[in-house]
């Protein structure tokens, strides 16, 4: 697949853009109130349905094309890597700038700005880790400062479930929970609203083909059962979990909502961008057999990830948002191939469109905390253009996402937003 | 609706029968390998798509009978109190002895011992509760002997989610899980089949109408939201649980499989059996408000549940299964109606075919510990007919869970087999 290669929308040619040829992530969008999955391409939106439907794929195995027509990605998903490719390079093929027959396209493509968005995928079991070492350990200073991080962490990729029908897509508001707090000097929790409503910065995983019950997916084979990536705010109550997790973990401090950005970015899109997996120190133990990959050189993902903040002042006084921090895939103690295979190895099953979340990504230095309760450890507070300071998140407040890898000589591949505005409650 | 009908299925009124006229539970089976709705009426199954077919449910609105034709429950679910107890007049009409046309009904009977179950409903989500004292204390003199209880438990009921993907139908073989196991003495883990296999005896709650995402479900509507009751083995493997499970919750400790019985007992059907909640001893603080419920003398349930093993050895000696513990639904600290709730205090939504399970039921006394782990607390060792000791489970060992209630002058409603055996790992 020639890397090199510009489309005939010129769009997708700008430097800045998330979206180049080089990258087509899928999407579900809304077309006449029916669902289409569509690829993005610079500012446009090619559709599949239309595509299939009007020949631009019968070069594709049948299955192909068909699921290019279905309401999710999901049969697209239970198709597996060769399949995947082969539509990716027919969609290559299809817009780039010496494809001869570009007026035939040009009727299927849509303005993206104007699309409406739907979930990519039916997900039917979403799953949240742990897998950055900084994260876990400044979490665990705060509650035990002498033994931040726990035993297990650098044996067991961490993870528990989370909630699917909580999950929205980008630009969902985000009502403030009500749950039970428990003021630290306090005999008895109190029933009300959350006063330490965060966000976690979190890149989702999509599996393509899933396992049966009863047989895991050896470490090698983990990154052939994924489909793409997409971003995830893990939105959290701190009060509410403090209160509630011990001793079976969160639970409505975390499945009141959970965003995702809508895009899914093929993991072959990630190919040119691959970087070894985190380099673990000296002292470290080794990850056990069933988890040491064989190509350790290249598990990791080099992948900026951006936290901006926009306050409803802010935004009243039109101020761009502010960005909160910056942080890389690349830090994660655990790669995503790590987290498919732990998940399987006692023969759980995963399905094609189940979403594995990171858990939040943090990098060792300041700035680049994936999460407010993180920047607690600061000396400073945080203190927005208006003046104003956060502690955590309030009403009116807006929180985007980015993420994006570039490289010499190579276009740069987004991710484009995952946002959510905390709206007030009206009433508990 | 008249109690003391008798219907024209002779089986169904065979006073030890779990499935009387009064009963009625729903279930999904195949029927020339397509999914149809049944009910179970002694040792037959009503065929609801073909009454629905034939007529039968016409006095019906066309939204229950269209409902009566779908592949799973959720369509009929989705549709509320109304709608399910208009359906269970109709079908007690027509399996009363006193209907007319009897003949007519009869060829849409089928064998329930020839049928094979599906699962009754696509499950959205899965959440595990902990709702019985007496398990959480016992369990948490384990790991705290001076402390078995944190300060939560009387305030929060105690939930996590679960994995849905892995979810399984009575009788399914289930395969000991591998995983990473710390002895106590070991330096770092290892990587093996589970050496502590565990039962745990739940209850499961099947969401009937949901609630839109951010709003809740008041108390004292909970119950309008619940649709029926099956049981549920929420199987446990305790090594691989000591160590994984700090600080986010049991992950695939339990998520390599939970078998659920096929019969879903609609609420309206144990509405006989009712009695007050769990009383609080009196230094126990009382629910907070949004908990509070104002029909605390009818929240509670008289279920009957027992656990029965049957070794491999047993088999072949043709022995019967053996009783290893019997205990009571009304023994839990919170309400199923209590659970909804909370589950939906912080906005989360539920939706139609959602499974909340109680959390393992155990009694105060010995005998009703709902699992083997509690059962460490006993001076002697569990002791099989063959003479086997069982600590925990082995290959071979087949688990049934049996549940009823009964009161004088009024049937026996029973809740079917929750079965399953465990079969041994070919490798890790």
């Known amino acids: 697949m020639a890397i090199a290669s510009r489309s005939w ?32 391409i610079g500012d446009q939106i090619l559709d599949l349905y239309a595509c299939a439907d009007q020949g631009f794929l019968s070069i594709l195995s049948k299955e192909v094309a068909a699921a290019c027509k279905a309401r999710t990605l999901n049969p697209l998903m239970s198709l597996g890597p060769e399949a995947w490719s082969a539509l990716r390079r027919q969609l290559m093929t299809l817009l780039d700038e010496g494809y001869e027959k570009k007026s035939d396209v040009e009727p299927l493509l849509l303005s993206r700005k104007d699309a409406v968005m739907r979930p990519p995928a ?11 070492i900084y994260h876990a350990t400044r979490v665990g200073r705060l509650f035990r400062p002498d033994n931040p991080l726990l035993p297990n962490y650098k044996y067991v990729p961490i993870g528990y479930h989370g909630r699917v029908s909580s999950i929205v897509i980008s630009g969902a508001d985000i009502r403030r929970p009500c749950g039970q707090i428990k003021p630290p000097a306090a005999e008895a929790p109190v029933f009300g609203p959350s006063k330490s409503l ?60 959970t965003t995702i950005s809508p895009w899914i970015v093929p993991l072959e899109a990630l190919s040119p961008y691959r970087v070894p997996s985190f380099e673990r120190p000296a002292n470290d133990p080794a990850p056990l057999p069933y988890l040491a990959s064989s190509s350790r050189d290249r598990d990791g993902i080099d992948l900026t990830l951006e936290v ?12 761009q948002a502010m960005m909160l921090s910056r942080g890389n895939l690349r830090d994660l103690y655990w790669t995503i191939g790590q987290l498919v295979t732990h998940h399987t190895c006692n023969g759980c099953n995963l399905r094609p469109g189940d979403l594995l979340a990171t858990g939040t ?26 003046g104003e300071i956060r502690t955590f998140l309030e009403d009116g407040d807006e929180i985007t996402f980015r993420a994006y890898t570039q490289k010499s000589g190579l276009p740069r591949i987004g991710f484009g937003d995952c946002t959510g505005r905390v709206v007030a409650l009206e009433a508990c």
């Open 9 to 40: 929308i010129s769009s997708a040619n700008d430097p800045e853009s998330d979206f180049p040829i080089q990258n087509l992530p899928y999407g579900v969008f809304l077309y006449r109130e029916t669902a289409h999955i569509g690829v993005a």
């Open 198 to 257: 965060d966000y976690e910065l979190e890149v989702g995983i999509l599996v393509g083909t899933g396992n049966p019950l009863g047989h895991s997916i050896p470490i090698d084979k983990a990154e052939e059962h994924i489909f793409g990536l997409c971003l995830v705010n893990d939105w959290s109550a701190r009060d509410i979990q403090s209160w509630e997790y011990q001793p079976l973990g969160p639970f409505l401090a975390k499945n009141f909502a």
């Open 361 to 386: 990504i943090s990098g060792p230095e300041a700035g680049s905390e994936g999460c407010l309760l993180e920047k607690r450890h600061n000396p400073e507070p945080l203190r927005l253009p208006t």
């Open 308 to 319: 901006y903040l926009q306050s409803e002042a802010m935004r009243q006084q039109q101020m």
């Open 122 to 132: 039916d997900i039917g079991d979403y799953t949240d880790f742990y897998a950055s």
